[in-house]
């Protein structure tokens, strides 16, 4: 094992050198944004196969995925410095460096969904049919977008021993993020302290290909505009509030102990469940 390693011991699956970027002609390139830049290929891919599916125009899906990309980006930042403001007051260059992380998702959607609401009123096209087709390629890109994390050893869950459970040198993770369990349970391998977590970038991409699926075979079934964003949304909620409270990195309210994702989840979730029941009704009243 080395300073490199990551290993997921009771899947028998131990990886020797896991690096965190690339050199190009001396230029290093974090596998985080390659990740990221995937998942947005990805997204795009999906969302304008989609619109082809319902006969929509297609040029516009290409005008939202520049927009969208550039907006959702700038605001995940935000959303992430903002709660993190005593990590970057002192040092507000370090706020432009997003290739070691901070990319907060939720900044990310509520990014894309003020560039849909401008985008479509301008456009004079559907804003919900928009954010039907948009939430397929929302839910695959964080699905691929996750695994950005597991390059930065980071976003993961506190100390456990479960089948996926996850081991990471000591040394190449922040310190903020090792609780005492963690601390407690360290484990030593050729020299090196390791700890053992649970990977929480992992249930949350797997919880959002299940998510996925579930969209994909349910949208013959819609029943009205917009329904199928609010699956996306009451799902991704559904899981981003069971995952988050597992976390070590939470962003907290000020003042609370309250993790300001896990709060948002669980209003989203909330919001959408009533929208989905209000909205079947009307359906039914037609």
């Given at each position: 094992?080395?300073?490199?390693?990551?290993e997921f011991p009771?899947?028998?699956?131990q990886l020797?050198?896991?690096?965190d970027h690339?050199?190009i002609?001396g230029?290093?390139?974090a596998f985080y944004?390659?990740?990221?830049?995937l998942?947005?290929?990805a997204?795009?891919?999906?969302?304008i196969?989609e619109?082809?599916?319902?006969k929509q125009n297609?040029?516009n899906?290409?005008?939202?995925a520049?927009y969208?990309?550039?907006f959702?980006?700038?605001?995940?930042?935000?959303y992430y410095?903002?709660?993190?403001w005593?990590?970057?007051?002192?040092?507000?260059?370090?706020?432009?460096?997003?290739?070691?992380?901070?990319?907060?998702i939720?900044g990310?959607?509520?990014?894309?969904i003020?560039?849909?609401?401008?985008?479509t009123?301008?456009?004079?096209?559907?804003?919900?049919?928009v954010?039907?087709?948009v939430s397929?390629?929302l839910?695959?890109g964080?699905?691929?977008?996750?695994w950005?994390n597991?390059?930065?050893?980071e976003?993961f869950?506190?100390?456990?021993?479960?089948?996926?459970?996850?081991?990471l040198?000591?040394s190449q993770v922040?310190?903020?993020d090792?609780?005492?369990?963690m601390?407690?349970?360290l484990?030593?391998i050729?020299g090196?302290?390791f700890?053992?977590?649970g990977?929480t970038f992992?249930?949350?991409?797997?919880w959002c290909l299940l998510?996925?699926?579930?969209?994909?075979?349910?949208r013959?079934?819609?029943k009205?505009?917009g329904e199928?964003?609010l699956?996306?949304?009451g799902?991704y909620?559904?899981?981003?509030?069971?995952?988050?409270g597992?976390?070590?990195?939470?962003?907290?309210?000020?003042?609370?102990?309250?993790?300001?994702?896990?709060?948002?989840?669980a209003?989203f979730a909330?919001?959408?469940m009533?929208l989905?029941?209000?909205g079947?009704?009307?359906s039914?009243?037609?």
């Amino acid at each position: 094992m080395t300073e490199r390693s990551i290993e997921f011991p009771n899947l028998g699956i131990q990886l020797k050198n896991v690096g965190d970027h690339i050199s190009i002609f001396g230029f290093d390139i974090a596998f985080y944004g390659i990740i990221i830049g995937l998942g947005v290929l990805a997204g795009t891919f999906l969302a304008i196969r989609e619109a082809k599916r319902t006969k929509q125009n297609v040029e516009n899906y290409y005008d939202l995925a520049i927009y969208g990309i550039i907006f959702s980006i700038l605001c995940a930042r935000l959303y992430y410095v903002i709660f993190s403001w005593e990590h970057y007051k002192d040092n507000l260059l370090s706020i432009l460096n997003i290739r070691e992380g901070g990319l907060a998702i939720y900044g990310g959607i509520l990014g894309a969904i003020l560039v849909m609401i401008l985008y479509t009123k301008k456009k004079k096209i559907s804003t919900l049919l928009v954010f039907d087709t948009v939430s397929f390629g929302l839910v695959i890109g964080q699905a691929i977008g996750r695994w950005g994390n597991f390059f930065n050893r980071e976003v993961f869950g506190e100390y456990t021993n479960n089948l996926v459970a996850m081991r990471l040198p000591l040394s190449q993770v922040r310190a903020a993020d090792v609780s005492d369990l963690m601390r407690k349970h360290l484990i030593k391998i050729d020299g090196i302290d390791f700890i053992q977590v649970g990977p929480t970038f992992l249930y949350e991409s797997a919880w959002c290909l299940l998510l996925l699926a579930f969209m994909l075979l349910y949208r013959k079934h819609k029943k009205f505009n917009g329904e199928l964003f609010l699956i996306y949304m009451g799902g991704y909620g559904i899981g981003r509030f069971i995952i988050e409270g597992i976390r070590t990195d939470q962003l907290l309210m000020k003042g609370t102990n309250i993790p300001v994702s896990q709060g948002l989840a669980a209003v989203f979730a909330l919001v959408s469940m009533v929208l989905l029941i209000i909205g079947r009704i009307k359906s039914k009243e037609k």
